[in-house]
């Protein structure tokens, strides 16, 4: 092994430019960078070699602030919840009546979030653009609490809507940044549990007030007040956060990198120094692949197919439950139950997605993502087809609670595997460089299809209209199987896999079929033009 480099690392502009000022004069650019890419190659070693237990001891700090940026996401859960079952409230109906509109307002708002987001965070860091938005919700709040009229109540939840984009797109993109590779399907799934969170708080709130007088406002507006609780619990925390290491390496502040570095991290000046070693060293091949960070090149080379990726994966968090995942507790009624059996039936299923969440934190842990999606999809599509085969059957009063069993089956999978490998592979599969660009346009394309569902979805459910009610399990099936066949020839394994490996994964243009399930070789970047790699196999069996 490689004896330690103390010396300052240089940044990306001082190479460009032959300033040895902060080394000997007589080292030249290629030794230099040779320097960078052994600390690099050290730091690579030691990411696959750490123990899931010595990264928790490491990165226990990592951990912490991953989880505080993370509670922005229930606050995120708790609102879309909130919007989809207070329409069913008697109390809200008798104020603003039944409108579909008031579905839309949320996607919309988060559409133009999540642009800002990529924007902002790319501009000004994570940090300071979470903390102007926490400011932001505080005031876009009042609006929904005093609305007096169905409009001012949509033009409320779009602007709080915006807000809930940026919050959306920043805690998987921080969760990626600042923990080793064993900790990122952790940190990424805790994600998906804060969502679960967010939706059990709100339907245990919304549970106090459903046998409210209609007359009775504060039964709608109560449940929105809270909304005011999370900034206000959020934003004093965020003040000590540390900025993510690599966005300042991104931005040739590698003194700050190391500093922001030792406020994540208990490692030692030396092993510090091999992490920002590895950072800068990614950063360069990654500009060697592919110069620009705007949207635009997100569509660019290999970049295009690292989008699709994204765009696929978290679209198919919407594909996966087409018209029955956002009006599930309007699904349960449409196959027999009665509306509050229906809303006691959602409240299951927050707490089954709060359970299942947590049980997926060993399982995401232990496979690849190929096989937990190929599997979570084959065991959604088989569901689906099984509530699409009960619905045929003749009418009894058995069927409905048929159907809503399987439905959760059907949860459980998608909670288990496809639900969190979703968020997993969306912060693992973009370039460091255009990682806010490339999430936004994820979510963005989630949010298209979320949209779609929402105008589609009444429709199809509804007696007067399609009155399709469990023979929609067909058409999502169907859907599903799509996913499925898309998987298998598309999705390449990702876990396991530094930055630097992915980049160079990519490079090399492999199909998806010959991607091995773990890496069990590392590379070394050996020359930024020609793209030519070194394999060095790792000394120990990695864990």
Same mark, same amino acid.
Request: charged residues 15%; aromatic residues 14%.
């Given at each position: 092994?490689? $004896? $330690?480099?103390?010396?300052?690392?240089?940044?990306?502009?001082?190479?460009?430019?032959?300033?040895?000022?902060?080394?000997?004069?007589? *080292?030249?650019?290629?030794?230099?960078?040779?320097?960078?890419?052994?600390?690099?190659?050290?730091?690579?070693?030691?990411?696959?070699?750490?123990?899931?237990?010595?990264?928790?001891?490491?990165? *226990?700090?990592?951990?912490?602030?991953?989880?505080?940026?993370?509670?922005?996401?229930?606050?995120?859960?708790?609102? =879309?919840?909130?919007?989809?079952?207070?329409?069913?409230?008697?109390?809200?109906?008798? %104020?603003?009546?039944?409108?579909?509109?008031?579905?839309?307002?949320?996607?919309?708002?988060?559409?133009?979030?999540?642009?800002?987001?990529?924007?902002?965070?790319?501009?000004?860091?994570?940090? %300071?653009?979470?903390?102007?938005?926490?400011?932001?919700?505080?005031?876009?709040?009042?609006?929904?609490?005093?609305?007096?009229?169905?409009?001012?109540?949509?033009?409320?939840?779009?602007?709080?809507?915006?807000?809930?984009?940026?919050?959306?797109?920043?805690?998987?993109?921080?969760?990626?940044?600042?923990?080793?590779?064993?900790?990122?399907?952790?940190?990424?799934?805790?994600? !998906?549990?804060?969502?679960?969170?967010?939706?059990?708080?709100?339907?245990?709130?919304?549970?106090?007030?459903?046998?409210?007088?209609?007359?009775?406002?504060?039964?709608?507006?109560?449940?929105?007040?809270?909304?005011?609780?999370?900034?206000?619990?959020?934003?004093?925390?965020?003040?000590?956060?540390?900025?993510?290491?690599?966005?300042?390496?991104?931005?040739? *502040?590698?003194?700050?990198?190391?500093?922001?570095?030792?406020?994540?991290?208990?490692?030692?000046?030396?092993?510090? %120094?091999?992490?920002?070693?590895?950072?800068?060293?990614?950063?360069?091949? +990654?500009?060697?692949?592919?110069?620009?960070?705007?949207?635009?090149?997100?569509?660019?080379?290999?970049?295009?197919?690292?989008? +699709?990726?994204?765009?696929?994966?978290?679209?198919?968090?919407?594909?996966?439950?087409?018209?029955?995942?956002?009006?599930?507790?309007?699904?349960?009624?449409?196959?027999?139950?009665?509306? =509050?059996?229906?809303?006691?039936?959602?409240?299951?299923?927050?707490?089954?997605?709060?359970?299942?969440?947590?049980?997926?934190?060993?399982?995401?842990?232990?496979?690849? *993502?190929?096989?937990?999606?190929?599997?979570?999809?084959?065991?959604?599509?088989?569901?689906?087809?099984?509530?699409?085969? !009960?619905?045929?059957?003749?009418?009894?009063?058995?069927?409905?609670?048929?159907?809503?069993?399987?439905?959760?089956?059907?949860?459980?999978?998608?909670?288990?595997?496809?639900?969190?490998?979703?968020? #997993?592979? #969306?912060?693992?599969?973009?370039?460091?460089?255009?990682?806010?660009?490339?999430?936004?346009?994820?979510?963005?394309?989630?949010?298209?299809?979320?949209?779609?569902?929402?105008?589609?979805?009444?429709?199809?459910?509804?007696?007067?209209?399609?009155?399709?009610?469990?023979?929609?399990?067909?058409?999502?099936?169907?859907?599903?199987?799509?996913?499925?066949?898309?998987?298998?020839?598309?999705?390449?394994?990702?876990?396991?896999?530094?930055?630097?490996?992915?980049? #160079?994964?990519?490079?090399?243009?492999?199909?998806?079929?010959?991607?091995?399930?773990?890496?069990?070789?590392?590379?070394?970047?050996?020359?930024?033009?020609?793209?030519?790699? %070194?394999?060095?196999?790792?000394?120990?069996?990695?864990?």
């Amino acid at each position: 092994m490689a $004896a $330690a480099n103390t010396k300052p690392i240089p940044t990306s502009k001082q190479i460009e430019e032959g300033d040895t000022s902060h080394v000997e004069a007589r *080292r030249t650019d290629a030794e230099k960078t040779m320097d960078i890419a052994q600390d690099a190659l050290l730091a690579t070693e030691d990411e696959h070699l750490m123990t899931f237990w010595q990264a928790i001891k490491r990165y *226990r700090k990592a951990c912490f602030w991953s989880a505080m940026v993370s509670l922005t996401i229930i606050m995120n859960g708790y609102d =879309t919840a909130l919007l989809g079952s207070l329409q069913a409230f008697p109390a809200f109906q008798y %104020k603003f009546g039944h409108e579909v509109a008031i579905g839309l307002s949320n996607p919309i708002g988060n559409f133009f979030g999540i642009f800002f987001n990529s924007i902002s965070t790319e501009r000004f860091g994570h940090k %300071k653009t979470l903390q102007v938005t926490l400011v932001y919700l505080v005031g876009m709040i009042f609006i929904s609490f005093f609305a007096k009229s169905i409009e001012m109540l949509f033009v409320g939840e779009l602007l709080s809507g915006f807000a809930w984009g940026v919050f959306t797109t920043m805690a998987p993109a921080y969760a990626s940044e600042v923990c080793p590779v064993i900790l990122r399907s952790y940190l990424e799934t805790f994600v !998906v549990l804060c969502w679960g969170i967010g939706q059990f708080v709100s339907f245990g709130v919304l549970a106090s007030y459903f046998s409210a007088p209609r007359t009775s406002y504060w039964s709608w507006r109560i449940p929105v007040a809270i909304q005011w609780l999370w900034p206000v619990v959020i934003f004093p925390i965020i003040l000590f956060a540390p900025e993510s290491p690599w966005w300042l390496v991104r931005k040739d *502040r590698i003194d700050e990198a190391e500093k922001a570095l030792r406020k994540l991290t208990n490692d030692d000046e030396v092993q510090v %120094k091999r992490s920002i070693a590895l950072m800068v060293h990614t950063n360069n091949l +990654e500009k060697a692949i592919g110069e620009g960070t705007s949207i635009l090149d997100c569509f660019k080379g290999t970049n295009l197919r690292r989008t +699709e990726i994204a765009c696929v994966m978290w679209s198919m968090q919407q594909w996966r439950g087409f018209v029955i995942t956002g009006y599930a507790t309007y699904f349960y009624e449409q196959a027999g139950l009665a509306p =509050t059996e229906a809303f006691h039936m959602s409240v299951g299923q927050a707490g089954l997605h709060f359970l299942c969440t947590l049980a997926a934190f060993f399982v995401t842990g232990r496979y690849g *993502r190929r096989l937990l999606t190929l599997g979570g999809l084959t065991g959604m599509s088989v569901s689906m087809f099984i509530i699409g085969f !009960v619905s045929v059957a003749p009418a009894n009063g058995a069927r409905g609670y048929s159907q809503s069993a399987v439905y959760l089956i059907w949860y459980t999978f998608y909670e288990l595997a496809v639900g969190p490998v979703g968020y #997993i592979v #969306i912060g693992e599969v973009s370039t460091t460089r255009l990682r806010s660009h490339t999430i936004g346009l994820a979510r963005n394309t989630y949010n298209l299809v979320a949209i779609l569902n929402n105008v589609v979805g009444p429709y199809i459910l509804n007696p007067t209209e399609g009155n399709w009610k469990g023979k929609c399990g067909f058409l999502t099936g169907c859907l599903i199987i799509f996913c499925l066949i898309w998987t298998y020839f598309r999705l390449p394994e990702t876990s396991h896999r530094t930055y630097e490996e992915l980049d #160079i994964l990519f490079d090399q243009r492999l199909p998806a079929l010959e991607t091995p399930s773990r890496s069990k070789s590392y590379y070394l970047s050996c020359n930024f033009k020609r793209r030519t790699y %070194k394999t060095c196999n790792i000394s120990r069996t990695a864990n």
